[in-house]
Each structure stands twice: as C-alpha cells, then as structure tokens.
C-alpha cells in the first residue's frame, strides 16, 4: 500500500538539512524502487519539509521506516503526518525528465 508523509521541518533547521542530507538520499535509495514519488516542500527556493509516497505492506512498516529515516533521527522534522494513499489519477506534470 503506498502511504504519504507530509513532514514539516523545525524552524530554523535549514542548517542541520543540508548537513543530513547525504545520509537521508542514501536511506531513500535504499527503497528507491518503491517510491512512488518524493521531494522537498518550498516556501519559495527554501525547503521546508518533505512530501514522500512509498509503498509498504502496511502501516507499522511505513512507521518503521520513518523512524530510522535521517533526517527524522537528527530532529530536522517537527511534524510527521502519514496516510495511506490511493494513487488514482495518471500523473502527466511534476517529474524530473530522464
């Protein structure tokens, strides 16, 4: 099942991102062929979060993941929503091209 985070960063915490970054696009290539799609969220060229979908076989291993996910170890996110997430309409705009 896929399953959306919407994860807000802590104020002031733009240091502290680009520091963990390295470790948190490792721990996301290690399911990279499960993610449905994944990104930073801006207020204008500053990031302020991140929007992941990834697909798990349920919601205790979507809580897991999210719990030894870097950025969340090193206290970058204050918030953490996740929902499970029905992908019904074909994308066509947003992606990176090849």
Known sequence: ???A???MDTPQSAELRLQ???AHKAYL???ADRIAFAGPLLDGDAMVGSLLVIDFPG???AD???SDEP???AGVYASAAVHGFANLWPQ???FPEA
């Open 59 to 61: 919601r205790a291993a």
């Open 92 to 94: 066509k705009v947003g």
């Open 5 to 7: 985070f919407h994860l």
């Open 29 to 31: 290539a290690e399911v």
């Open 1 to 3: 099942m896929l399953f």
């Open 71 to 73: 950025f969340t170890r």
């Open 64 to 66: 897991a993941w999210l």
């Open 20 to 22: 963990v970054r390295p």
